[in-house]
């Protein structure tokens, strides 16, 4: 598994931790971005990276996300196709994210999140398999359903709004 990293200037410190107790684990890992502390960086670009790499690769890649809040990343991340893209804050959610979600890119708030907490939720979650229980699987089916129909024809939520204005 290649393990795709991406922050922006908050979220740098912290991707360069990671990064390092990942490597030291023995994991593969490609940094996206940035290289530097850029103050004037922007979050969507290191997240569209890191997004496209796991959407192609979804089967065997993950991907880790940081910026200050851990929300702009997220909602870049999971406009992309096979991507679960989870704002995560504790090692619980973690688990549950993994376990239930399949969440295949960790978004963190660097903001929030000391050095030692991050480490705790990435182990969680790089530990953690997605559960064999037929209703997680069922769920995340659901899912890949809607993303393909929306994918496939986009106008479907404007047919939608015009059928209801024709039956008004």
């Known amino acids: 598994m290649i393990i795709y990293l991406g922050a922006d200037h908050n979220g740098f410190k912290l991707k360069e931790v990671l990064k390092d107790s990942l490597m030291a684990a023995g994991y ?4 996206l971005g940035n290289k530097i502390k850029d103050e004037n960086d922007d979050y969507v670009d290191f997240a ?4 496209k790499k796991v959407s192609l690769e979804f089967e ?6 940081i910026c200050g809040s851990g929300v702009g990343v997220d909602v870049v991340a999971n406009k992309f196709k096979n991507v679960r893209c989870g704002l995560i804050m504790t090692p619980d959610q973690a688990f549950d994210a993994r376990n239930d979600d399949d969440i295949n890119i960790l978004a963190l708030p660097a903001n929030y999140l000391d050095e030692e907490s991050a480490k705790k939720i990435l182990v969680t979650w ?9 209703k997680y699987k069922r769920r995340l089916d ?3 359903y809607l993303e393909i129909k929306l994918l496939r024809d986009t106008s479907v939520l404007l047919e939608d709004q015009n059928e209801k204005k024709n039956v008004e």
Request: cysteine-free; hydrophobic content about 40%.
């Open 48 to 51: 569209i990276e890191v997004a």
């Open 126 to 134: 790089l530990k953690t398999p997605f559960s064999t229980n037929p």
């Open 142 to 144: 659901k899912i890949t």
């Open 60 to 65: 065997t890649a993950r991907g880790i996300l």
């Open 28 to 31: 593969t890992v490609a940094d």
